[in-house]
């Protein structure tokens, strides 16, 4: 219970001796008369209550008739927390604040609750930057990297445009577009539909799945070392494939070096 | 000194006068709105610079604020952004070649052969738009790896990273179905092999190349096939998927953080 400061606690303490004080000052009194008293004392706050009649008339009778029980029996509180008889007896000239509570208010102190126990109050502050001109600025300037960049190439290096389409003379080698060309290399290793279909859908099936494999919730590079080696080797191996059917397969799709055989590769 | 500044100052004033009345009309403040810089009154405030993002059909795709670390370069690269930009500047290069290209078998060649022979910045606009097509294959790979090595696709961004993969997926076929179209050798048989691939799905193989190719085999009606496939479907299909991806982006509380 650290969390409630020193000053309400002492408050409460205090607020609960007075009660206590009160109430054994009563209990004689009530022991006696139950009914006749528990009507005089709740009589001036019947009057200014938006309690129904009634019910006041009810809780009245209960409350009095619980006070006479405690003080008849036990203290009620300690007996409950499992204390011997000793205290029991110390405790029956105190039972708890059962009308209303100390000076006549109705209303006390239940807990203290710590700003941000519940509901975060105050954000934890972040270091922010106005997108304009911060990163509209940087995407700007890359955009126009990169615009550049293909406007430049275009002017020096132009697109293939091979013969016209024949369908009856076969190219030696024909080639895939360069990124389905590590599927080309596993055909000459697997049967097709292994190669053209079964690796690459589980391939895309998996990297869907990935964020539902991957559990740890750490993204420190340090603390997922199985999952970036695992990523890391699967691209280099794609990555070797996809080298390997580019530039080191030539006619008939046999293996050759590039710089003794000469380049067969078309973007 | 004073005299001669003098002409210079009364055409100033008058330049200055002419402005202050331009940006004054209503015809001008209803066209540029709160935080463009064209705007009477502007002025470099955290008010105007928050407008300009709000404000801005271009712009609003992005929060007003982002996080310090975001706008590193080292950071993302720019690899996504720079992946949007990529197919923009396709579609812009690819609306131009449509106007000079028919999908059938007995034109296609011919008009890709006229198109660089006789079309003014054709055969640059065509070798932009086919540079470009690889560059935004590449790039979507790296911004793959990015978001790999950077862990930004745990929670709660695990659902933009299957969106990211279809749109991985979208981007192959885009550019797959565009490399038929030059009805060329290379275009021919690398369609050949890529489609011949697929022919062995299982069960259904053959019903699958045949729905490519639009027949039995590649021809006339495979490269219509095509054709509708490259500049309509698929970009209609990745331009929603990209504006979740964007959205999802904004929802999932923005850039991913810092290592």
């Known amino acids: 219970m650290a969390e409630i400061p020193e000053h309400l606690r002492k408050r409460a303490e205090e607020a609960r001796k007075k009660a206590e004080a009160k109430k054994a000052a009563e209990a004689g009194e009530v022991a006696a008369a139950p009914a006749e008293s528990g009507a005089d004392a709740d009589a001036p706050a019947a009057g200014d209550s938006k309690i129904p009649a009634h019910l006041l008339e009810r809780s009245k009778a209960a409350k009095a008739a619980k006070a006479a029980k405690e003080s008849a029996g036990a203290g009620g509180e300690l007996v409950g927390a499992g204390v011997g008889s000793a205290a029991a007896a110390v405790a029956s000239a105190a039972p708890p604040p059962a009308a209303a509570g100390p000076a006549g208010h109705t209303q006390r102190l239940l807990t203290v609750v710590k700003a941000g126990s519940i509901q975060d109050v105050k954000a934890a502050p972040v270091d922010k930057v106005h997108v304009w001109p911060h990163l509209l600025a940087v995407e700007f300037v890359s955009a126009l990297?990169?615009?550049?960049?293909?406007?430049?190439f275009s002017i020096f290096v132009n697109a293939p445009l091979l013969a016209v389409a024949n369908i009856n003379q076969t190219p030696n080698p024909s080639k895939a577009p360069w990124y389905f060309l590590g599927l080309q290399e596993l055909l000459t290793m697997f049967h097709p539909m292994v190669a053209g279909v079964t690796i690459p859908g589980i391939g895309i099936f998996l990297l869907i799945l990935a964020p539902y494999i991957d559990r740890n919730p750490s993204n420190k590079p340090e603390d997922r070392k199985f999952a970036i080696a695992l990523f890391t080797v699967q691209m280099m191996f794609w990555a070797v494939l996809t080298i390997i059917s580019s530039f080191f397969r030539g006619p008939g799709y046999n293996f050759i070096l590039p710089w003794n055989d000469g380049l067969f590769f078309e973007l | 000194m004073a005299k001669t500044m003098e002409p210079g100052n009364k055409l100033g004033q008058k330049m200055s006068e002419l402005t202050e009345k331009v940006q004054g009309s209503q015809a001008w403040s209803s066209i540029f709105r709160p935080g463009s810089v064209f705007r009477k009154g502007y002025t470099d405030s955290p008010r105007n610079r928050s407008y300009v993002v709000m404000n801005s059909v271009l712009y609003h795709l992005h929060p007003v604020k982002v996080k310090r670390h975001a706008v590193k370069v080292s950071y993302t690269l720019c690899l996504g952004g720079l992946s949007f930009f990529l197919f923009i500047l396709l579609t812009v290069t690819g609306i131009f070649l449509m106007f000079f290209y028919r999908p059938t078998a007995a034109?296609?060649?011919?008009?890709?052969?006229?198109?660089?022979?006789?079309?003014?910045?054709?055969?640059?606009?065509?070798?932009?738009?086919?540079?470009?097509?690889?560059?935004?294959?590449?790039?979507?790979?790296?911004?793959?790896?990015?978001?790999?090595?950077?862990?930004?696709?745990?929670?709660?961004?695990?659902?933009?990273?299957?969106?990211?993969?279809?749109?991985?997926?979208?981007?192959?076929?885009?550019?797959?179905?565009?490399?038929?179209?030059?009805?060329?050798?290379?275009?021919?048989?690398?369609?050949t092999v890529g489609t011949n691939m697929m022919g062995f799905t299982p069960v259904f193989g053959n019903q699958v190349r045949f729905v490519l190719l639009g027949g039995s085999e590649i021809g006339t009606d495979t490269l219509l096939r095509w054709y509708v496939l490259h500049v309509l479907f698929v970009p209609f299909v990745t331009v929603i998927f990209l504006a979740i991806h964007f959205w999802r982006v904004r929802k999932d509380g923005g850039i991913s953080g810092p290592l």
Request: a positive charge.
């Open chain 1, 145 to 152: 990297a990169v615009l550049a960049f293909t406007l430049i």
């Open chain 2, 107 to 191: 034109q296609a060649w011919d008009d890709m052969y006229a198109l660089q022979a006789s079309v003014t910045f054709g055969l640059l606009v065509r070798n932009m738009h086919r540079w470009a097509a690889h560059l935004m294959v590449l790039a979507v790979f790296l911004h793959m790896a990015r978001v790999f090595y950077h862990g930004a696709y745990k929670p709660p961004r695990e659902f933009n990273w299957v969106i990211g993969v279809i749109l991985l997926t979208l981007t192959l076929l885009l550019s797959f179905t565009g490399y038929l179209l030059p009805w060329d050798q290379l275009a021919l048989w690398a369609v």
